[in-house]
Nanobody, 116 residues
Framework: QVQLVESGGGLVQAGGSLRLSCVASSRTVSGYTVKWFRQAPGKERGFVAASNWSGLSTNYADSVKGRFTCSRDNRKNTVYLQMNTLKPEDTAVYYC?????????WGQGTQVTVSS
């Protein structure tokens, strides 16, 4: 069982920045890839970014490349998503995810709203 808690969302103007955090508890996630997804109203949840267990390998959706950076601190069991140059189309609920075996674990999400 893995519990994930996201934080750091909020309201920001276009061009601004936010840093999201995903803290894992009850089980370490240091050996697992952690992913970020987002879901805007009326849309399906979609992939945003991922960090492998070490944080040395990351990948991103084309829509956020060059603006978002995924990193992690395994000592704190925490994964971060630094979001820069935010756009109104980045508005969504952001979720972190880890797959352990065949089970996907999700946090409750954190709302990011970007005003134009």
């Amino acid at each position: 069982q893995v519990q994930l808690v996201e934080s750091g969302g909020g309201l920001v103007q276009a061009g601004g920045s936010l840093r999201l955090s995903c803290v894992a508890s009850s089980r370490t996630v240091s050996g697992y890839t952690v992913k970020w997804f987002r879901q805007a109203p009326g849309k399906e949840r979609g992939f945003v970014a991922a960090s492998n267990w070490s944080g040395l390998s990351t990948n991103y959706a084309d829509s956020v490349k060059g603006r978002f950076t995924c990193s992690r601190d395994n000592r704190k069991n925490t994964v971060y998503l630094q979001m820069n140059t935010l756009k109104p189309e980045d508005t969504a609920v952001y979720y972190c995810n880890v797959r352990v075996g065949a089970v996907d674990y999700w946090g409750q999400g954190t709302q990011v709203t970007v005003s134009s």
